[in-house]
């Protein structure tokens, strides 16, 4: 057995061998070019702001990070509209363009304090930073989302999530929450202490008012050891649901174009940590472009050479905090649509979108992913009411995404799929209205703590219709 490593520099090598043939024979490399970017300033001298990921961008006339929640409640009181607030910008979605006031709450960060296991936090603290400063106190996040670059405030306002039959979405922790009105009012909610704003405000996505605080519940902060390992797709998908229910955290990546398919789980351990090579996630994306560049003409081919490559890898493990292991690193850009299906339709809707992008997408070569989440009660989260299943399509950033929706969309929709909040979509407000029991009520709160519509750019309107 070789490590999937080694499968991968060996597998460059034949690519380059193959490809060299593929060339040969006039077969294009579709490797496409750098996208244009914005020019840095506007005619007015403002700066720019873009997204993680390059598709989003406005010009700011005023950007502010206030200290306190006195600074914060002044800022959204006289900020010149829309007030827009940003964490780390890892939305694909035009949920932080402004033209007038953008936010940061990178000056409110750190835990505030703590209440037994639970510790109130600043919004603007990025996930990454809260592991160490729970772990100084045993404590730990229940889950966390694939990357550990969001800010608190951020994570809560889409709805972000890791995966786990039995783990909510992060905003599923929180037992309490200050937010910031556009009239400057700061207020405090939990389950008893106005219940509805309580259910409204956990996902909100900045339109509520700015979430400066947020009380979460933690869990000792245990040992992991996660396991990886490919298997063919079909028997993956066969088998996904008793993962599910056998282990902490268990996902699965279906990649196109090779009938595989990576299967991630996480389970409490004792065992000690272990050193950690280097991911092997990029040297594995790096080889799935390869062979789209080189034999994107010939799905057989294709098959038939990610087979031979990756056929005989080795699982790997690693044993760690699971706030050291749950999260990695995502260095290669990409565009993102995530639907949350409910579980029974999950695997059918997952089959469907890997058929029609191998049948009808020779370019797309990022692998699905695919993950449960427990239910919780939050007004406008994707999870409210019953337990959800996710399946993710990316598109790598310099290449096309509008199949997304022209392709991949109707199959989530018509098994009854919520979107992502962060990640591309192209639902209104009629059609978010027929998905979501409680959005009505969320649309009277809306407009009694921002009557005059100062949060909301002109994407947020499409989905608050005004
Ligand atoms: C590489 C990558 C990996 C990702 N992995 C996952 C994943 O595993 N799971 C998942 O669910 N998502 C994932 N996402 C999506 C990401 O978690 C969400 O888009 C998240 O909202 C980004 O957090 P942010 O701090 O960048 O917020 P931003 O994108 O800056 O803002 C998101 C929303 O939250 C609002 N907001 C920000 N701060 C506050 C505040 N203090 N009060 C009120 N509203 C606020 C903003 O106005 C905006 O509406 C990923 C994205 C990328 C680019």
Redesign the pocket.
């Known amino acids: 057995m070789i490590s999937r490593r080694q499968a991968l520099i060996a597998g460059g090598a034949a690519t380059a061998v193959v490809g060299g043939g593929a060339v040969a024979i006039g077969a294009a490399n579709r490797e496409t070019p750098e996208p244009p970017a914005p020019p840095s300033t506007d005619g007015k001298g403002h700066t720019v702001w873009r997204?993680?990921?390059g598709i989003q961008h406005s010009y700011p006339a005023q950007r502010s990070a206030p200290k306190d929640e006195a600074e914060l409640s002044a800022l959204l009181k006289s900020g010149s509209a829309p007030v827009?607030?940003?964490?780390?910008?890892?939305?694909?979605?035009g949920?932080?363009t402004t033209d007038g006031t953008l936010v940061s709450?990178d000056a409110m960060s750190g835990v505030v304090g703590w209440e037994g296991d639970e510790a109130t936090v600043w919004?603007?603290t990025?996930l990454g930073a809260l592991g160490p400063a729970l772990a100084a106190k045993g404590r730990a996040m229940a889950n966390?989302?694939?990357?550990n670059?969001?800010?608190?405030?951020?994570?809560?306002?889409?709805?972000?999530?890791?995966t786990g039959s039995k783990l909510k979405?992060i905003h599923g922790d929180v037992t309490a929450l200050t937010?910031v009105t556009a009239g400057g009012a700061v207020l405090d909610c939990d389950a008893k202490t106005r219940p509805e704003l309580f259910s409204a405000a956990r996902v909100?996505?900045?339109?509520?008012?700015?979430?400066?605080r947020a009380r979460l519940t933690t869990t000792a902060n245990r040992r992991l050891r996660r396991r990886v390992w490919l298997q063919p797709f079909e028997e993956a998908l066969a088998q996904a649901e008793e993962r599910w229910t056998a282990h902490r955290n268990f996902e699965f990546y279906a990649v196109p174009f090779t009938g595989i398919a990576v299967n991630i789980t996480h389970d409490e351990t004792d065992e000690p940590a272990t050193e950690r090579p280097p991911s092997q996630d990029d040297a594995f994306l790096d080889a799935l472009k390869g062979l789209r560049n080189l034999l994107g003409f010939s799905t057989g081919l294709r098959k038939a050479a990610a087979k031979a490559l990756l056929g005989g890898t080795k699982p790997e493990t690693a044993v760690d905090e699971g706030w050291k292991l749950l999260?990695t690193e995502?260095p290669v850009?990409?565009n993102?649509m995530?639907y949350h299906l409910p579980h029974e339709t999950q695997l059918a809707a997952l089959k469907e979108v890997v058929e029609a992008i191998e049948t009808h997408r020779p370019d797309v070569f990022f692998p699905i992913?695919v993950?449960r989440i427990a239910p919780d009660d939050a007004w406008l989260s994707p999870f409210q009411g019953e337990l959800r299943g996710?399946v993710a399509v990316h598109a790598y950033y310099r290449d096309d995404y509008q199949f997304f929706f022209e392709l991949i969309e109707p199959i989530f929709r018509r098994h009854g799929g919520r979107p992502?909040?962060?990640?591309l979509h192209s639902l209104k407000g009629a059609d978010l209205a027929a998905l979501y029991p409680r959005w009505s009520d969320f649309l009277e709160i809306r407009r009694e703590l921002d009557p005059e519509a100062r949060l909301l750019n002109p994407y947020?309107k499409t989905l608050f219709a005004l």
């Open positions: 997204n993680w990921s827009r607030v940003t964490g780390s910008g890892h939305s694909f979605t949920l932080c709450l919004a603007g990025r966390l989302p694939d990357i670059k969001q800010s608190l405030g951020g994570a809560l306002g889409t709805a972000t999530h890791g979405a937010l909100s996505m900045g339109a509520l008012g700015i979430i400066s999260s995502r850009r990409f993102e995530e992913e993950r996710s992502h909040w962060g990640k947020l």
